[in-house]
């Protein structure tokens, strides 16, 4: 269309200059459009722009303390850097099955965030509570360094964000990373001392002081201190804390109400505070460093 054309409506100045830049805009998005339908344009020939698609697709490992006693806490930031870049990262919502029972696998679960349990199949049909496993731990080793089927299912109790690390992979990278094996050793063995706990407070302490023990220590590894006192932040069911603490339901709801009316937690749904941890921990016959 020519100037001349816009010239010829008898506009005001103003106006005439103001449809002329219209359309000049208007043309250069048409040749643009145009130009990108025949050659669309390929981000990737540009360095820069595709270590920044790198970096966009990639999701940040949690930038959180991970808590203690966790794999990874024990690990130094070097040896951690590189265990975190082993695996091929997932995201689970919850409910989702981790790592199945009697399944003979041999790759490693690293949970990077959320909360999983453990648990297995009983005899009789039921699912016992072994133990409660969050961002930082590892989990799949047993099946990893002995290649036996899978000796209980891990499951994530809310949304999750972990790694899977081939079995091939995390033995190389404990050849090349001696610290880590020796920390790896270290946890296996407080999760056995954590285990064989559990078996001699079921013979030797009555209900519950089992249950102040399992409360104590739960607090210590998966509490937050709050103004009320310390909040575990553990979505248990009160059956599942019976099979923890080798009770029946009804010995654990006798327990906790026991526990309330002395004041020493407050319980809402499947959420428990703790409000005098001192006197639990005595209670529980625990020495400080043992919760």
């Known amino acids: 269309m020519p100037i001349d054309l816009f ?3 008898d506009l005001q100045t103003g106006p005439t200059l103001g449809l002329l830049a219209a359309y000049l805009l ?4 048409l040749r643009q459009g145009s130009r990108t339908a025949r050659d669309p344009l390929r ?3 540009c360095r820069w ?4 698609g790198a970096l966009m697709r990639r999701e940040p490992h949690p930038s959180a303390q991970w808590p203690y006693g966790t794999f990874l806490q024990r690990l130094g930031p070097p040896v951690r850097a590189a265990l975190l870049e082993l695996g091929v990262r997932r995201r689970v919502p919850a409910g989702q099955i981790l790592i199945h029972e009697g399944l003979r696998e041999s790759h490693l679960v690293l949970i990077e965030e959320g909360l999983t349990k453990v ?6 049909g039921r699912t016992a509570l072994l133990s409660l496993r969050v961002g930082g731990d590892l989990v799949g080793e047993m099946s990893a360094l002995n290649d036996q089927p899978r000796s209980a299912t891990v499951t994530a109790c809310g949304p999750a964000r972990y790694s899977v690390i081939p079995c091939e992979r995390f033995r190389a990278f404990l050849r090349g990373n001696p610290d880590a094996a020796l920390e790896l050793a270290a946890m296996v ?5 954590w285990s064989n706990r559990r078996r001699i407070d079921f013979t030797s302490y009555p209900v519950k002081i089992r249950v102040a023990r399992v409360v104590a220590e739960l607090s210590r590894t ?8 310390v909040v575990i932040d553990v979505r248990l069911t009160q059956p599942e804390l019976a099979s923890i603490c ?4 009804t010995s654990i709801q006798k327990s906790l109400r026991d526990l309330r009316t002395e004041g020493l937690v407050d319980t809402d749904y499947r959420r428990m505070t703790v409000l005098d941890l001192p006197r639990l921990r005595a209670l529980g016959q625990l020495d400080a460093d043992e919760s």
Request: no cysteine; charged share 25%; proline share 5%.
């Open 7 to 9: 010239l010829g409506l």
């Open 26 to 29: 208007a043309m250069a998005l």
């Open 43 to 45: 981000f990737d020939r």
């Open 49 to 52: 722009l595709r270590r920044v």
């Open 119 to 124: 648990t297995t199949a009983l005899p009789d």
């Open 189 to 193: 063995s407080d999760r056995l001392r």
């Open 222 to 229: 998966h509490g937050q201190q709050a103004p009320g006192g």
């Open 246 to 249: 080798g009770a029946s339901e």
